[in-house]
């Protein structure tokens, strides 16, 4: 049986156009957004700039104002 490990990741709103789509959603959920929210962006034309629009305003724009998280690696 795998036991999952907590990975540190320190992330700013420049580093979001990078990250597929799932890595988006999975911060989005983090960050405190509804997955109906989120799966709402699929409907766009363009889901990944449409899920990094609803992140950007979590995030801080000062990059020295980072959010440390916890992933859990599965």
Do not use: F, H
């Not at 034309?45 to 979590?58: E, G, Q, Y």
């Amino acid at each position: 049986c795998y036991t999952p490990q907590i990975a540190q990741q320190t992330i700013s709103a420049n580093d979001l156009g990078s990250k597929k789509v799932s890595e988006l959603k999975k911060l989005g959920r983090s960050l405190g957004l509804s997955q109906s929210r989120l799966d709402s962006a699929d409907d766009s034309d363009n889901v990944k700039a449409n899920v990094i629009n609803m992140i950007k305003p979590m995030i801080p724009e000062n990059p020295a104002e980072t959010l440390d998280l916890e992933w859990q690696v599965r």
